[in-house]
């Protein structure tokens, strides 16, 4: 009998442990979500964006904020805008930032040009024939899809056409290191760096 008083006693003591073991995990779980303060950068006209139309945000490896907009390129330090747009745009809106290896950011205006920031000042790349308005990188190279439809492959260093050909892609994006293009016939096509 005295056994099973013990044992009794012992298994209580342990649900109460565990019931104890319990409200201590909650406690700890409820601090640190209670804790946590999130930070955002609210960008707008307000702080000095010269414009809310905002079509596409990217940041570098340097930690800058690349900003296209109605208005233009502008890379944003934490406390400034700086423009970079070219007098003889005609269309300053554009999208599709990227950044290549080299740190260079590259911008789309609507209008089907290219254009990258070099030497802290815009550069367009040579655009014959127009560019659709998509295009994407991989290491080296620029693939673009122009106004024959042609999906061309261009060396970003020499600025040459490496490759063409007519896929008469409508459209095309690219995620992580793979894009996607899509023809006239609906069929969709699924491209590689290889």
């Known amino acids: 009998m005295y056994k099973a008083s013990y044992f009794c006693l012992v298994f209580l003591f342990m649900k109460q442990c565990k019931y104890l073991l319990l409200l201590l995990m909650l406690n700890v779980a409820t601090e640190a979500l209670f804790s946590q303060n999130t930070y955002a950068i609210h960008l707008d006209q307000s702080n000095g964006l010269p414009s809310n139309a905002v079509y596409n945000i ?10 296209a907009s109605d208005k ?21 809106a ?8 080299l740190g260079r950011i590259w911008y789309a205006n609507f209008d089907g040009n290219i254009f990258f920031v070099e030497n802290d000042s815009l550069k367009q790349f040579p655009s014959d024939p127009f560019f659709q308005h998509e ?7 620029l693939w673009v ?17 490496l490759k063409k050909q007519r896929l008469g892609l409508l459209s095309i994006f690219q995620t992580g290191d793979i894009f996607f293009g899509k023809d006239e016939s609906g069929i969709t096509y699924i491209f590689n760096q290889e």
């Open 145 to 161: 899809n122009n106004d024959k439809n042609e999906l061309c492959q261009y060396d970003i260093i020499t600025k040459k056409c």
């Open 135 to 141: 295009y994407f990188m991989f290491d080296d190279y």
């Open 72 to 92: 233009g390129l502008f890379r944003y330090d934490g406390s400034e805008y700086k423009p970079y747009v070219k007098k003889e745009m005609v269309s300053k």
């Open 94 to 101: 554009g999208s599709y930032l990227h950044e290549d290896r």
């Open 58 to 67: 990217l940041q570098d490896k340097k930690g800058f904020i690349w900003i």
